[in-house]
């Protein structure tokens, strides 16, 4: 009923909405007394994940573009290699795995059958398997040696919304776990990373206030065949995730790309027209704004029509950007916290104007129990 979706017209609409006050949960109680961060439940010792050398997070749909932010973020902190695989490709390709191994599980649900059953063969290895999950007490975790939970409330919609948002805050704060158990980096610098996602619900409200120009968007795309979405870095992940929206809910083939490997085949794609969705790094000292603002550049001479997320006062992609989509500003490692937000309210609202079941889409399930 209406009640239930808050005056919304779709649970995954009412969901979009809830990412502010999902991402704050997610965030709440994480220090003891000492401002030591905590997490929910570790039944590893302090010793165990000294000894890790190497993370494996595995995931399906969604909850895999979480894991592949999860990994910039995490190699960076800790310098733990660290690989992100589907859960149905794990344990049928003989995969490295021992008692040094962290295996992280990604699933909102914690019941998809992929990665339970690639958690059960990473336990028979050996490996620890902490789990990052949204639902208490669900098969997964219950399975794990360790849980952080997302507390984004229940997930109604299929397509995960506040599910993936708090997937990366989760794998954060694992991160920053992880490197003050094995002192790479230092307290003062943790507590300012935490600082940082302290203010992460604020930005998300200012994205959702900005929405009109991506409903419009949605009404002028309402037709389009084939969308791609480029980014890189963190934003690459936010490009496949913005593809595999529309591909879930308007049933429009979407890809995302790597922006710096569109040299090596997708620029064929380009032609005329062809709406192309480029999410732009926040300008830093690295060389990561400018390669990719070169990257659409490339698109647009080839004729690209061009939606372009970029912080509200990057001059430069004007000239590039057939329609700015404005996020606030936010360092790099967590830009995909706002960048992601007009991807899924665009898919949400092209859906709905184009008469689909936006909560339940055609052949999917949310929970998928079977391998
Ligand atoms: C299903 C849903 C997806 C979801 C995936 C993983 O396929 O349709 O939206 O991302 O499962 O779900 P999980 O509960 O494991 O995060």
Redesign the pocket.
């Known amino acids: 009923s209406a009640a239930e979706k808050g005056g919304f017209d779709w649970f995954m609409r009412k969901e979009i909405y809830e990412q502010p006050k999902a991402v704050a949960d997610t965030l709440l109680g994480r220090h003891d007394e000492n401002g030591r961060l905590t997490l929910d439940e570790v039944r590893i010792s302090e010793e165990e994940l000294r000894r890790i050398d190497k993370i494996i997070i595995i995931?399906?749909?969604?909850?895999s573009y979480a894991g592949l932010v999860a990994k910039y973020a995490i190699e960076h902190w800790t310098r733990i290699p660290c690989e992100v695989e589907l859960a149905s490709e794990f344990r049928y390709r003989d995969p490295i795995v021992g008692p040094t191994t962290l295996v992280v599980a990604?699933?909102?649900?914690?019941?998809?059958a992929d990665?339970l059953m690639a958690i059960r063969h990473a336990r028979e290895q050996h490996a620890r398997v902490l789990a990052v999950c949204n639902t208490n007490g669900a098969t997964i975790p219950r399975e794990s040696d360790a849980v952080i939970y997302t507390h984004a409330g229940p997930e109604i919609s299929?397509?995960?919304t506040k599910?993936f948002t708090t997937q990366i805050v989760a794998c954060y704060l694992l991160g920053l776990y992880l490197a003050q158990v094995r002192g790479t980096k230092f307290g003062d610098e943790i507590a300012a990373l935490m600082g940082e996602l302290a203010t992460m619900p604020d930005a998300i409200a200012r994205v959702l206030e900005g929405m009109d120009p991506v409903l419009k968007l949605a009404a002028d795309f309402a037709e389009e065949r084939v969308v791609l979405f480029l980014g890189r870095h963190v934003g690459y992940p936010v490009a496949l995730e913005g593809a595999l929206k529309l591909k879930?809910l308007a049933y429009i083939h979407a890809e995302g790309f790597a922006a710096g490997e569109l040299k090596h085949g997708p620029i064929a794609l380009i032609e005329d027209g062809l709406p192309v969705f480029v999410v732009i790094p926040p300008r830093g000292r690295d060389m990561l704004h400018d390669k990719v603002l070169s990257n659409l550049q490339e698109v647009r001479a080839r004729g690209a029509r061009t939606v372009v997320l970029a912080e509200a006062d990057d001059h430069e992609v004007l000239p590039y950007a057939d329609v700015l989509v404005p996020l606030p500003q936010v360092s790099t490692l967590l830009q995909p916290l706002v960048a992601t937000v007009p991807l899924q309210m665009f898919a949400c609202e092209l859906a709905t104007l184009k008469g689909h079941d936006v909560d339940q889409p055609r052949n999917?399930?949310?929970?998928?129990t079977v391998e």
Do not use: D
């Open positions: 995931a399906c749909g969604t909850a990604i699933s909102q649900s914690g019941e998809t990665t299929v397509a995960s599910g879930e999917l399930a949310k929970s998928v």
